[in-house]
């Protein structure tokens, strides 16, 4: 029997400590939410940055909430390129030894001296999903993209957790490498 899930793709966004949001939109300042995203409690917020590289700047980036312990810019290879940085594939929350940048906001700017990476192929699973699939958090596998463009991808992180719903994350250039859309099925094949 095929193990499928939902797979969905992340464009560039970023994630503030409170101290930065602060910074950028004013003392004692609380994210606006305008949508829920797919994973329980996150959400694209009203606001949105400036990023500014060595070699170019991203006009209007969306904040996600909520805040985070620490200030994380997620993008694609092009855009990494496009600012003038190295591309850095982590895990999310993974920001050491990564290139830092400038963050403009309406009322502040922040040199972020670390945190732009481009986010490493994942699977959020709910531990029953986990146990569904027969995987463990941090289990590697590999996942099928059937369609005309079809592809496998390698080196999938597995992330469970009882506040995570069923789904799989790719940024947007492999997504569109692949022909996929939101909500489109993968097959978990390990």
């Known amino acids: 029997m095929k193990k499928?899930?939902?797979?969905?793709?992340?464009?560039?966004?970023?994630?503030?400590?409170?101290?930065?949001?602060?910074?950028?939109?004013?003392?004692?300042?609380?994210?606006?939410k305008f949508k829920d995203?797919?994973?329980p409690g996150q959400y694209a917020a009203e606001e949105k940055v400036d990023v500014e590289g060595p070699k170019g700047t991203i006009k209007g980036v969306r904040v996600l909430g909520p805040v985070r312990g620490d200030t994380q810019f997620e993008l694609s290879v092009s855009d990494a390129f496009g600012l003038g940085i190295k591309p850095v594939i982590r895990n999310s929350g993974e920001i050491e030894d990564t290139p830092g940048v400038k963050l403009i906001g309406p009322k502040g700017e922040v040199d972020i001296d670390k945190g732009a990476i481009v986010a490493a192929r994942?699977?959020?699973?709910?531990?029953?999903?986990?146990?569904e699939f027969g995987v463990?958090?941090?289990?590697?596998?590999?996942?099928?993209?059937?369609?005309?463009?079809g592809l496998v991808f390698d080196e999938v992180l597995?992330?469970?957790?009882?506040?995570?719903?069923?789904?799989?994350?790719?940024?947007?250039?492999?997504?569109?490498?692949?022909?996929?859309?939101?909500?489109?099925?993968v097959e978990l094949i390990k």
């Open 4 to 32: 499928t899930l939902p797979i969905a793709m992340s464009n560039r966004h970023i994630h503030l400590s409170q101290k930065d949001l602060e910074i950028l939109f004013g003392e004692g300042y609380e994210l606006t």
């Open 37 to 39: 995203l797919s994973q």
């Open 122 to 131: 994942h699977i959020h699973m709910h531990t029953t999903d986990a146990e």
């Open 136 to 149: 463990k958090d941090k289990d590697v596998v590999s996942i099928k993209v059937g369609g005309p463009r």
């Open 158 to 185: 597995v992330r469970v957790s009882d506040s995570y719903a069923l789904e799989m994350h790719v940024d947007i250039e492999e997504g569109n490498a692949a022909g996929v859309r939101n909500g489109d099925l």
